[in-house]
Every structure is written in structure tokens, then in C-alpha cells.
């Protein structure tokens, strides 16, 4: 499994899910996950799955500029890195982002997301 192929076809998927059903994203991660937005942690599936519902805007479009991986640990996990500019309904002009890790670990043939960290980058 290479691991690029992998981390492409994760972020693809994980956009087009956040673009289009934010609640879908709960299924990417476990009750251990944590994801950190903006400075402030979140734990567990359901905390991170209402943290992104409940962000103040309805429609937004991410365009993806990089994505880097790297393999983690003897588990097979991987660490990836992603960034972009997030386009919200209404707005003029898109905002820049950095999701500067996924930490994606395997699961029953799959992966899950074990840590999570967002960061918008303002100029």
C-alpha cells in the first residue's frame, strides 16, 4: 500500500465529506482521537464530529494546494499534511489553511484519525 496513494485518496475523501456533510466526518475518528482547531482540543468522535457542525458557517469548498505524508511507527500509521484555501458562501475572497497533521492509524483494513490539527493562516 503506498502510502501517498493512501493519504491523496484519505484528504479527497475528507473534504468532499467536510464540503458536503460535515456530520458524515464522525466516522473517521475513534473515542481516543483529538482534534485541535484553532488552539482549542477536542476528544472523541462525537466532540470532534459537533465542533465541526457547529463551525459558523453552512457552505464552504476547500481547495487543496499540497499534500505531504509521511509513514509513523511500526503500525503502519501516517502522518499527514495538507494546505489549501477554504472558499465560505458569500465571501470575496478564500481563506488559507494549513491542517498541519493528520495522524491516520489502520483499522480492519482501513484508517482512522487519531489526532487532528487545524490552522487557519492569516496574512
Known amino acids: 500500500?503506498?502510502?501517498?496513494?493512501?493519504?491523496?485518496?484519505?484528504?479527497?475523501?475528507y473534504y468532499s465529506t467536510f464540503d458536503t456533510n460535515r456530520a458524515g466526518l464522525v466516522?473517521?475518528?475513534q473515542d481516543g482521537s483529538m482534534l485541535t482547531?484553532?488552539?482549542?482540543?477536542?476528544?472523541?468522535?462525537?466532540?470532534i464530529?459537533?465542533?465541526?457542525t457547529s463551525l459558523p458557517f453552512e457552505q464552504c469548498k476547500h481547495s487543496i494546494t499540497?499534500?505531504?505524508?509521511?509513514?509513523?511507527?511500526p503500525a503502519g500509521g501516517m502522518v499527514v499534511f495538507v494546505s489549501g484555501?477554504?472558499?465560505?458562501?458569500?465571501e470575496q475572497h478564500p481563506l488559507k489553511f494549513s491542517q498541519v497533521m493528520?495522524?491516520?492509524m489502520p483499522t480492519q483494513g482501513?484508517?482512522?484519525?487519531?489526532?487532528?490539527i487545524f490552522r487557519l493562516n492569516y496574512a
Open 27 to 29: 466516522g473517521l475518528y
Open 1 to 13: 500500500m503506498d502510502p501517498d496513494t493512501v493519504a491523496k485518496a484519505f484528504v479527497e475523501h
Open 102 to 104: 493528520f495522524h491516520l
Open 49 to 52: 464530529a459537533a465542533k465541526l
Open 110 to 116: 482501513s484508517f482512522f484519525v487519531f489526532n487532528d
Open 37 to 47: 482547531f484553532e488552539g482549542q482540543k477536542i476528544q472523541g468522535a462525537q466532540n
Open 85 to 90: 484555501n477554504l472558499q465560505l458562501a458569500g
Open 66 to 73: 499540497t499534500v505531504d505524508c509521511q509513514p509513523s511507527g
